[in-house]
């Protein structure tokens, strides 16, 4: 792609901005807005993928444009936990992780406005908890922090204290899996090598 194409991140993740920011990759922030309710009987794969997709064609404005975009989530199976709606919520799900393994999902998409549809694919972690107490799930629930993650915890906060062992990408269950992504903007035509010179 030619030297003129700027990177768009269509989220307004903190997390996924603060991982770009320190690959030293200029770009432009630009949250969407799109409906992310689980359809009926959909799987995580397919769910992250189809919100990946959705939030890169959302985020394009301009062909000279490469738009990354992605959704994580956490399942239990092929239950999806997504970001807690309450401290309630949030309890019920840390109840559910406890000393149990579960898979985080994260659907990255690179669009290329040049090309005619997003480059896309799925990156999956498993990540096992350590048995929590009532007295644990209070406290990290009061905390505040898993309010706005999904699954109810963050691995590159608090939440670390309760993870036992990943198989995996870390980067993945912070919100944005870098090897993949960069493939994914190299297969797009974005270098972050030329980007930075």
Avoid: C
């Avoid at 700027?6 to 949250?31: H, I, K, N, Q, Y």
């Avoid at 009987?41 to 990354?68: H, N, Q």
């Avoid at 896309?120 to 048995?131: K, L, N, Y």
């Avoid at 915890?153 to 944005?176: D, P, T, W």
């Amino acid at each position: 792609m030619k030297a003129e194409s700027r990177l768009v991140l269509a989220s307004g993740s903190p997390r996924r901005r603060e991982m770009l920011e320190g690959l030293g990759v200029p770009f432009t922030v630009r949250p969407v807005d799109i409906d992310e309710t689980p359809r009926t009987g959909e799987l995580p794969e397919p769910y992250v993928w189809r919100l990946a997709e959705s939030k890169a064609r959302a985020g394009r404005t301009d062909e000279r444009e490469i738009v990354l975009a992605a959704d994580t989530i956490v399942a239990l199976g092929d239950e999806l936990l997504g970001k807690p709606s309450d401290e309630a919520d949030a309890r019920r799900m840390l109840r559910q992780l406890s000393a149990r393994e579960h898979q985080v999902l994260t659907g990255v998409a690179v669009w290329n406005g040049a090309s005619d549809r997003p480059r896309v694919a799925v990156e999956q972690t498993t990540v096992r908890f350590a048995p929590l107490t009532e007295a644990e799930i209070e406290w990290y629930a009061a905390s505040g922090e898993p309010l706005d993650k999904a699954g109810a915890y963050a691995i590159q906060g608090l939440g670390a204290l309760f993870v036992e062992r990943l198989e995996g990408n870390y980067s993945n269950v912070v919100g944005l899996p870098l090897p993949l992504t960069y493939r994914l903007l190299g297969e797009a035509g974005f270098s972050l090598t030329a980007s930075q010179t």
